[in-house]
C-alpha cells in the first residue's frame, strides 16, 4: 500500500522539483540580465575631465564587429571593436579636453592590418600637436610598430621587448590521420589552393613556400618601413636589432628603441607636464572615452555613409563570428533603404568559406550597387570566399598587409570507414539511386564520383573567375594566370588588379564619397551596421555551442583560434561541398 501511494506521488514531486530548479534559473538569469543591464547604464555615464591623457592599452583582442554584451559581462570577454578606436583616436584630435595619448602596448597579438590603420589614427592625431607617448613592460612586433609612432617610448629596465620578425605557419596533419585511420580526400583547383594541404601532404608545396615568401617579403618591408617612418632608426640598423630575436636591458636604451627607462608614476609625471597639469594625471580608458556622447563623431549633415561589416568565416547558416548571407543581406537592405545613407562601404574581414554562401552575397552586393555605390574596404584578410562578396563591388581598397586574392576552390571528404573497423563498428548500407553515397565517409569517391565532383569543381572556379574578370574588368585569362589559389598581400594585389587603392577604413569612406559624387571637402556622418546588441538580445540568440566558444575563447584565446582553425574546414565540408576558403596563419605578434 505503501508503495502504491509513493509510486502516485513521484510524477508530482518530480513535477515540483522540476519547477522549483526552471523557477531558480529564471530568477538567477533575471538577476543577472538586471545587474548586467544596470552595470553597463552605469557604464554609460562618463564624464571626461579637461587635461586629460587618452590611454590606449592595448590588453585586448581587436575585433570588426560590436562587443557581445553577454559575454563581455558574464564570461568577462574583453574586446574592443575596430571602428570604435579608430573614431575615438579621430575624436580626441579635436577634443580640447584630450591634451595627450599615452599607448601601452602588450603581448596581445594585433593583426597587422588592423595595426596599420591605428597607426596611421596616431600619426594623423599628432598634427593636432598633442603629445604621445608610449610605455612597455613587454610587448612584440605589432605592439611595438604602433609605439613607434609616439613622441617618446618608455619601458622600465626589466622590460621585455619580442621584436623578432615575421614567421608563417601551418600544421599537417598526413602522418596523423594515417595513425587513426581516416583517409582526406580532397580536391582543388589552383596550384597555389593549399586549404586542403594541411590534411593531404606533410609538408609544404613548392608553390605554397613562392606565395608565402612573396607574402612574408611584403609584410616584413612594411613592417620595418612603418617602424622606420619617423627616423628612429635606419632600416638596415632595425634589420639589425629584428635579427636578435629579443632585446632587454641596457640594449633597449643603447639602440634607442627606446627614450629612457621609466616606470608607470614616471611617465605619469612626463604626462602631467606635457598636459599643463598641477593636480593628480586625469587618464580617461580608450573604452570609457568610447561611451562619451561628445566623443561620438557626429556631423550636422544629412548625407551619410553606411559601413556594414562581414567579419568571420562565410557558411550558410548559424549564429556567432560567422558571416551568413541572410543576416548580411539584410543589413545591406537596411542601408539601401536608408534615404541618408548615399553609399555603402563593406568592410570584409573574412578567409571565405561556403562557395553557395559566397555567391548569394555576391548578387546580393551586384544588387545594391544599382542603386548606391559600394566600395569594399579589406581589413586584415580577404581571401577566397572574402575576395568573393568584395569583386563585385565599385571599388576595393586594402592595407598594404591585408592578405587577399586566393581565387580558387577545394572540395571532398574524410573517409572514417577505418577507424570504425579498428573500433568494431558495423555498418548496414542500402541505397537507391547511383550515387546516394557520393558523400558517404564510410568509402572513397569512386572513379565515375571522382569525374562528378572534379566536374563540379571546375564550374564553381570558372564561375569564380569570370565573375572576377567582369568585376575588375579583366579578361578571363588575365584573372587565371593570377588565381590559381594564391594568397596576395594587398600592395601586390594593387599591382596586378585585385584591388583598387591602398589604406584603411577612411580611405574607403573617401572612395565612397566621390562614388556617389559626395565633394571630398564635404564632411559625412559614418552609420555603423550591425548595431550593438542589448545583453538580452545576446543572451536569447546565444546557442550551447556558442556559449561554450565564448568560455573557450575566454579562459584560452590561443587554444580557442588553434580549435577553430582547424575544425572550421571539417565543419564546413560538412555541410558544403564545394569551398571558397583560405586558412593560411601569419604571426606579426
Given at each position: 500500500m505503501d508503495n502504491g501511494f509513493s509510486e502516485k506521488r513521484k510524477p508530482r514531486k518530480l513535477g515540483l522539483i522540476i519547477f522549483l530548479v526552471v523557477l531558480v534559473l529564471l530568477i538567477l538569469g533575471g538577476t543577472m540580465l538586471i545587474v548586467g543591464i544596470s552595470s553597463l547604464a552605469k557604464g554609460g555615464q562618463v564624464k571626461v575631465k579637461t587635461n586629460s591623457t587618452l590611454v590606449i592599452k592595448l590588453d585586448k583582442p581587436i575585433q570588426e564587429m560590436p562587443a557581445d554584451p553577454f559575454a563581455t559581462q558574464f564570461f568577462g570577454a574583453k574586446v574592443c571593436q575596430f571602428a570604435e578606436m579608430h573614431d575615438a583616436?579621430?575624436?580626441?584630435?579635436?577634443?580640447?579636453?584630450?591634451?595627450?595619448?599615452?599607448?601601452?602596448?602588450?603581448?596581445?597579438?594585433?593583426?597587422?592590418?588592423?595595426?596599420?590603420?591605428?597607426?596611421?589614427?596616431?600619426?594623423?592625431?599628432?598634427?593636432?600637436?598633442?603629445?604621445?607617448?608610449?610605455?612597455?613592460?613587454?610587448?612584440?612586433?605589432?605592439?611595438?610598430?604602433?609605439?613607434?609612432?609616439?613622441?617618446?617610448?618608455?619601458?622600465?629596465?626589466?622590460?621585455?621587448l619580442f621584436l623578432s620578425g615575421l614567421y608563417a605557419e601551418m600544421p599537417f596533419l598526413k602522418e596523423t590521420l594515417e595513425k587513426i585511420k581516416i583517409e582526406p580526400q580532397l580536391y582543388h583547383i589552383g596550384d597555389y589552393k593549399s586549404a586542403s594541404?594541411?590534411?593531404?601532404?606533410?609538408?609544404?608545396?613548392?608553390?605554397?613556400?613562392?606565395?608565402?615568401?612573396?607574402?612574408?617579403?611584403?609584410?616584413?618591408?612594411?613592417?620595418?618601413?612603418?617602424?622606420?617612418?619617423?627616423?628612429?632608426?635606419?632600416?638596415?640598423?632595425?634589420?639589425?636589432?629584428?635579427?636578435?630575436?629579443?632585446?632587454?636591458?641596457?640594449?633597449?636604451?643603447?639602440?634607442?628603441?627606446?627614450?629612457?627607462?621609466?616606470?608607470?608614476?614616471?611617465?605619469?609625471?612626463?604626462?602631467?607636464?606635457?598636459?599643463?597639469?598641477?593636480?593628480?594625471?586625469?587618464?580617461i580608458e580608450i573604452a570609457s572615452y568610447i561611451k562619451d556622447k561628445r566623443a561620438i563623431l557626429d556631423v550636422k549633415t544629412k548625407n551619410s555613409i553606411a559601413v556594414v561589416i562581414a567579419s568571420g568565416e562565410i557558411v550558410d547558416s548559424g549564429k556567432g563570428d560567422t558571416i551568413v548571407p541572410e543576416r548580411l543581406n539584410k543589413l545591406l537592405d537596411k542601408a539601401e533603404k536608408d534615404k541618408d545613407v548615399k553609399a555603402i562601404v563593406l568592410r570584409v574581414d573574412s578567409p571565405g568559406g561556403s562557395g553557395l554562401a559566397s555567391d548569394i552575397i555576391w548578387d546580393k552586393v551586384n544588387k545594391v550597387r544599382k542603386t548606391k555605390p559600394v566600395v569594399v574596404s579589406m581589413s586584415s584578410v580577404a581571401g577566397s570566399g572574402g575576395y568573393y562578396i568584395s569583386m563585385g563591388s565599385d571599388g576595393i581598397v586594402a592595407e598594404p598587409v591585408t592578405i587577399t586574392g586566393s581565387i580558387g576552390v577545394i572540395t571532398g571528404k574524410f573517409v572514417i570507414k577505418g577507424i570504425t573497423d579498428?573500433?568494431?563498428?558495423?555498418?548496414?548500407?542500402?541505397?537507391?539511386?547511383?550515387?546516394?553515397?557520393?558523400?558517404?565517409?564510410?568509402?572513397?569517391?569512386?572513379?565515375?564520383?571522382e569525374k562528378i565532383i572534379v566536374g563540379h569543381m571546375e564550374s564553381f572556379y570558372k564561375d569564380f573567375v569570370t565573375k572576377a574578370a567582369q568585376g575588375r574588368n579583366m579578361t578571363y585569362d588575365e584573372v587565371h594566370k593570377i588565381a590559381q589559389g594564391r594568397i596576395w598581400s594587398g600592395e601586390d594585389a594593387l599591382k596586378i588588379g585585385l584591388v583598387d587603392r591602398l589604406g584603411g577604413l577612411d580611405e574607403a569612406i573617401e572612395f565612397a564619397k566621390e562614388k556617389a559624387k559626395i565633394p571630398a571637402t564635404e564632411k559625412v556622418n559614418v552609420k555603423y551596421f550591425p548595431r550593438q546588441k542589448t545583453i538580452f538580445e545576446s543572451f536569447m540568440e546565444m546557442s550551447g555551442e556558442e556559449i561554450a566558444s565564448v568560455v573557450l575563447k575566454t579562459i584560452s584565446p590561443k587554444l580557442y583560434e588553434a580549435y577553430a582553425k582547424e575544425a572550421t574546414l571539417i565543419k564546413m565540408l560538412e555541410k558544403e561541398p564545394i569551398l571558397y576558403y583560405v586558412p593560411e596563419e601569419i604571426h606579426c605578434n
Amino acid at each position: 500500500m505503501d508503495n502504491g501511494f509513493s509510486e502516485k506521488r513521484k510524477p508530482r514531486k518530480l513535477g515540483l522539483i522540476i519547477f522549483l530548479v526552471v523557477l531558480v534559473l529564471l530568477i538567477l538569469g533575471g538577476t543577472m540580465l538586471i545587474v548586467g543591464i544596470s552595470s553597463l547604464a552605469k557604464g554609460g555615464q562618463v564624464k571626461v575631465k579637461t587635461n586629460s591623457t587618452l590611454v590606449i592599452k592595448l590588453d585586448k583582442p581587436i575585433q570588426e564587429m560590436p562587443a557581445d554584451p553577454f559575454a563581455t559581462q558574464f564570461f568577462g570577454a574583453k574586446v574592443c571593436q575596430f571602428a570604435e578606436m579608430h573614431d575615438a583616436i579621430k575624436k580626441a584630435k579635436d577634443d580640447e579636453r584630450i591634451k595627450s595619448i599615452l599607448i601601452i602596448p602588450t603581448m596581445t597579438p594585433i593583426s597587422f592590418a588592423k595595426a596599420q590603420e591605428l597607426k596611421k589614427d596616431i600619426e594623423d592625431f599628432k598634427k593636432s600637436k598633442k603629445p604621445v607617448y608610449a610605455y612597455f613592460e613587454s610587448t612584440g612586433n605589432s605592439g611595438y610598430y604602433l609605439a613607434s609612432s609616439a613622441d617618446k617610448i618608455y619601458a622600465p629596465p626589466t622590460a621585455m621587448l619580442f621584436l623578432s620578425g615575421l614567421y608563417a605557419e601551418m600544421p599537417f596533419l598526413k602522418e596523423t590521420l594515417e595513425k587513426i585511420k581516416i583517409e582526406p580526400q580532397l580536391y582543388h583547383i589552383g596550384d597555389y589552393k593549399s586549404a586542403s594541404d594541411m590534411f593531404m601532404r606533410k609538408d609544404m608545396s613548392d608553390a605554397q613556400k613562392e606565395a608565402m615568401d612573396a607574402i612574408l617579403d611584403s609584410l616584413y618591408r612594411n613592417l620595418v618601413g612603418g617602424i622606420c617612418q619617423n627616423g628612429r632608426f635606419t632600416e638596415e640598423e632595425l634589420k639589425q636589432i629584428i635579427d636578435k630575436g629579443m632585446q632587454s636591458g641596457d640594449y633597449l636604451k643603447s639602440s634607442k628603441l627606446i627614450d629612457d627607462f621609466a616606470y608607470p608614476d614616471d611617465v605619469e609625471q612626463f604626462l602631467k607636464k606635457a598636459n599643463g597639469s598641477k593636480d593628480d594625471l586625469n587618464k580617461i580608458e580608450i573604452a570609457s572615452y568610447i561611451k562619451d556622447k561628445r566623443a561620438i563623431l557626429d556631423v550636422k549633415t544629412k548625407n551619410s555613409i553606411a559601413v556594414v561589416i562581414a567579419s568571420g568565416e562565410i557558411v550558410d547558416s548559424g549564429k556567432g563570428d560567422t558571416i551568413v548571407p541572410e543576416r548580411l543581406n539584410k543589413l545591406l537592405d537596411k542601408a539601401e533603404k536608408d534615404k541618408d545613407v548615399k553609399a555603402i562601404v563593406l568592410r570584409v574581414d573574412s578567409p571565405g568559406g561556403s562557395g553557395l554562401a559566397s555567391d548569394i552575397i555576391w548578387d546580393k552586393v551586384n544588387k545594391v550597387r544599382k542603386t548606391k555605390p559600394v566600395v569594399v574596404s579589406m581589413s586584415s584578410v580577404a581571401g577566397s570566399g572574402g575576395y568573393y562578396i568584395s569583386m563585385g563591388s565599385d571599388g576595393i581598397v586594402a592595407e598594404p598587409v591585408t592578405i587577399t586574392g586566393s581565387i580558387g576552390v577545394i572540395t571532398g571528404k574524410f573517409v572514417i570507414k577505418g577507424i570504425t573497423d579498428w573500433a568494431g563498428v558495423g555498418w548496414g548500407i542500402m541505397k537507391r539511386g547511383e550515387n546516394a553515397d557520393l558523400f558517404s565517409e564510410l568509402q572513397k569517391f569512386s572513379p565515375e564520383q571522382e569525374k562528378i565532383i572534379v566536374g563540379h569543381m571546375e564550374s564553381f572556379y570558372k564561375d569564380f573567375v569570370t565573375k572576377a574578370a567582369q568585376g575588375r574588368n579583366m579578361t578571363y585569362d588575365e584573372v587565371h594566370k593570377i588565381a590559381q589559389g594564391r594568397i596576395w598581400s594587398g600592395e601586390d594585389a594593387l599591382k596586378i588588379g585585385l584591388v583598387d587603392r591602398l589604406g584603411g577604413l577612411d580611405e574607403a569612406i573617401e572612395f565612397a564619397k566621390e562614388k556617389a559624387k559626395i565633394p571630398a571637402t564635404e564632411k559625412v556622418n559614418v552609420k555603423y551596421f550591425p548595431r550593438q546588441k542589448t545583453i538580452f538580445e545576446s543572451f536569447m540568440e546565444m546557442s550551447g555551442e556558442e556559449i561554450a566558444s565564448v568560455v573557450l575563447k575566454t579562459i584560452s584565446p590561443k587554444l580557442y583560434e588553434a580549435y577553430a582553425k582547424e575544425a572550421t574546414l571539417i565543419k564546413m565540408l560538412e555541410k558544403e561541398p564545394i569551398l571558397y576558403y583560405v586558412p593560411e596563419e601569419i604571426h606579426c605578434n
